[in-house]
């Protein structure tokens, strides 16, 4: 197939993007919608033109499972509030991701550091493919890139899956419902061998039980149960993701703070205790989406659930409290000048991401609602005010400045304080 963009054509879409937009005051006050929708597009054309690789369909500088964040945060935008124009040029990055993305001749390796955070490193194998893959998946060990976004973990699947799912509700293409539905289905092997009395594993060497594969697979059920084409399947993903969220709220990794560690301990007679892991704010983040789509799913099914928004209400309010400095949210490695790695960034985005699509939801209480409105657009107009390069517009990791504070911008730091942008559109 060939390539939709040269890189020559990027760099006109991106100079397209800006010359739509008027210049951005910079102030101390809230910003209207219109203000976030104009700062988004710079952003979004900041990420575009300095870190799109348009032959792989991923972003330089950061790797494969915070690529599928980016898209959703780009298809995000695309459903809120981008312009014809706009969508039209996102969709054509959606497709190009699609078609060439799963190409990508990787290996990924995972470990976890003596802090908690995990530090995934995708080694590229060889010169990207130029062919067709086959449509027969027995054959794609050949091919040696993440076909189908099926790598050995199941949290990269899942962010791809809930990406897919994210691109198909902005565009309305069928083959993105169907590959969400294709990656969940892998997703689903994650459950054997039973252990924990239930959810799936961290990876396919079935060592760790955690909370972050456990909330994507709950997100990504509850989804699709809102999504898929027949009632079969909707009631069948409807069950898995009910059945989901029953065992993860008993399975200890929700703490006596409400907020949410890292995973479960494995003792030797087979019981489950949190390990008392770091309380990263993606995982206070995943779970507010998947309560919010079952939720929904209940709903559309005629068995609606009404302690489900109070629960993500909870979680938020827990993860809130703990995680911000004057209003501000924290990740726990940007303490003392911490880099955070190259998967910390994006947690949170993660986080905003989720809790705008609580704080949209309907039957949230109004104070709450408020109260999360305020918090996103204090932390949206902080990264804008602050943490921002002039000239580039490249944001960086920590929200309340400098952009420069633990590292240079990435396509990572960027794209996780675009989600918070992006959520400040919908809240405003
Ligand atoms: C991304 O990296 C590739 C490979 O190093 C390079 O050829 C390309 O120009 C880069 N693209 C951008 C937008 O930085
Ligand atoms: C896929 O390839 C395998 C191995 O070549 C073959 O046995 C199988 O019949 C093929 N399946 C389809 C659906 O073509």
Redesign the pocket.
């Known amino acids: 197939m060939a390539h939709i963009f040269s890189?020559g054509s990027?760099a006109v879409r991106a100079l397209f993007f800006m010359s739509v937009r008027p210049a951005t005051p910079s102030s101390s006050r809230v910003a209207d919608r219109v203000e976030y929708i104009s700062n988004t597009a710079s952003a979004v054309n900041a990420l575009?033109?300095?870190?799109?690789?348009?032959?792989?369909g991923l972003w330089?500088?950061t790797g494969w499972w915070n690529s599928a964040n980016l898209l959703t945060t780009l298809a995000d935008f695309a459903l809120d509030a981008a312009s014809d124009a706009e969508k039209g040029e996102l969709a054509s990055v959606f497709a190009n991701t699609f078609a060439n993305a799963q190409k990508v001749p990787q290996t990924a390796a995972k470990a976890v550091d003596a802090a908690g955070l995990v530090k995934s490193t995708y080694t590229r194998t060889k010169a990207p493919l130029t062919f067709e893959m086959p449509g027969n998946l027995s054959t794609r060990s050949e091919f040696n890139g993440f076909y189908g976004f099926i790598n050995d973990y199941y949290d990269d699947e899942g962010w791809w899956a809930l990406a897919w799912i994210r691109a198909f509700d902005a565009t309305g293409t069928a083959a993105y419902l169907a590959m969400a539905e294709s990656i969940f289905a892998d997703m689903q092997t994650g459950t054997q061998p039973a252990a924990c009395g239930g959810g799936i594993w961290w990876s396919k060497d079935r060592t760790y039980k955690n909370a972050i594969a456990n909330e994507l697979y709950l997100a990504v059920a509850a989804s699709l149960a809102n999504r898929a084409a027949t009632a079969d399947a909707r009631a069948q993903y409807l069950g898995i993701a009910a059945a989901q969220w029953a065992w993860f709220k008993a399975s200890g990794m929700i703490n006596r703070h409400g907020t949410i560690n890292d995973g479960l301990t494995i003792r030797a007679d087979g019981s489950c205790v949190n390990n008392r892991q770091t309380v990263w704010s993606y995982n206070q983040g995943v779970v507010l989406g998947g309560l919010v789509e079952l939720s929904r799913a209940q709903a559309r099914n005629g068995t609606p659930d009404a302690k489900l928004i109070p629960a993500a209400a909870a979680i938020a309010n827990a993860a809130i409290t703990k995680l911000s400095t004057a209003g501000i949210l924290h990740e726990s490695c940007e303490a003392g000048g911490g880099n955070c790695g190259g998967d910390g960034p994006t947690f949170k985005g993660v986080f905003l991401r989720s809790l705008r699509h609580l704080q949209q939801e309907p039957t949230l209480d109004a104070a709450t609602a408020s109260a999360f409105k305020t918090y996103i657009l204090q932390n949206a107009d902080s990264i804008w005010q602050t943490d921002r390069v002039a000239g580039t517009n490249q944001l960086g990791l920590v929200w309340s400045g400098p952009p420069t504070a633990g590292g240079a911008p990435t396509a990572a730091t960027h794209g996780s304080a675009m989600d918070c942008l992006v959520a400040a559109i919908a809240a405003a």
């Open positions: 890189a990027l575009q033109g300095q870190w799109y690789n348009d032959v792989d330089n500088s």
